[in-house]
């Protein structure tokens, strides 16, 4: 009787791989037909998963496949559609943690859809990314992932015309572009109202610029910090009036520590105002609980600080104390962009309105907070 696996099409007799002149070369499709036994049409259905072969053919070429060494020639395969494999990820940093987990996520998603990853930065400056975006075209990727343009969409669009496109976190009422969003509304809500369950009484917002100094970019930071000040006074934990203006990252966050623990000419302090504060992004968080660290002041034990994007909350934390965050699911974040590129890169005659799509995100309860 046969053996289960020469059942499945292997066989010992059969090199994994042919030689010439001693270098091995790549198996075939062909190659593979041939040992499974099947058609060259019928082995190509089975290995991109098609329903119409059935499950024991399916299992003989695979597993011919597997012993072949066979891998699909997704290029080839691509160039006949008129399509490169490729999509594009623009970001304005790719050593900033939240980029970081953005693209790996990105690249992972895409990795799903046979799809190759390019990564692109901005440094923050417009000129840069207009440069990057007149380049982008059918020749170089299949679509496009923009975060966080510093450019208009009207601009854009003039620049990239049909070419597929989806944007992240570009706050616009009537976008022009598949758009996925954080849940901006939601996390602040859910923020303001897991601190205020816990006791707190008098919020502070640490991270950007007040209101008076805030610009009109729907593709930068003012809307969440509209967003996030508005909750907060429908929580009754604050006002425009309790902000403490900082840039994004820790370095300047831990110079704001240090003005809070300051101490007025009527002998006052602005950090004792507050027992809690909410900082617009995980570094300013970090930043602050360094430079309080530095003036004395503990957190949790004196003053509780809440963080928000979750840099570091899907692995371990390795901070004193761990911090309490609003954290972005950027797997879903990045499937649901892939999902509307995709879709875009596969039917480019079809007419359709812009879709929006908004981020999960989730609470996570650490030390600080």
Known sequence: ?????????????????????????????????????VSMSTAGAAIRGEDIVKPATRDKVLAAAKQLGYSPNLSARFLKKGRTGSIAALIPSITHPYY????????EAAGKHHLR????????????????????????????????????????????????????NYQVDDPLFDNVLPPLSRNASVSFGYLAGRGYRHACIVGGYPLDKL??????????????IAVMKDSGLGDEHDFVECNWESTSAIAAAHRLCETDTDGTRMVDRYDVFYCMNDLIAYGLIRGFHDEGVRVPQDKAVFGHDGIYAYGDQFTVPTLSTMALDYDD??????DMLVDQIEHPDMQREPRVERARSRLVIGESA
């Not at 009787?1 to 059942?7: F, G």
């Not at 610009?215 to 996030?228: F, Q």
């Not at 974040?333 to 892939?338: C, D, F, G, I, P």
Request: aromatic letters at 2%.
């Open 333 to 338: 974040t990045a499937e649901k962009a892939l």
């Open 215 to 228: 610009t009109d970019d729907p593709g930068g930071r003012s809307p969440a910090i509209r967003c996030t």
């Open 1 to 37: 009787m046969r053996s289960s696996t020469h059942a499945l099409g292997w066989d010992p007799q059969i090199p994994a791989k042919t030689e010439m002149d001693g270098v091995a070369l790549m198996a075939t499709l062909k190659d593979v037909a041939a040992l499974a036994g």
């Open 100 to 107: 970081a987990n953005l693209v790996a996520a990105i690249s």
């Open 117 to 168: 990853t390019l990564i692109m930065q901005t440094g923050y400056n417009a000129d840069t990314e207009t440069d990057i975006v007149k380049q982008i075209n059918s020749a170089v990727c299949d679509g496009l992932i923009l975060n966080a343009s510093n450019v208009d969409d009207r601009h854009l669009k003039a620049m990239l015309g049909n070419h597929p496109t989806v944007l992240l």
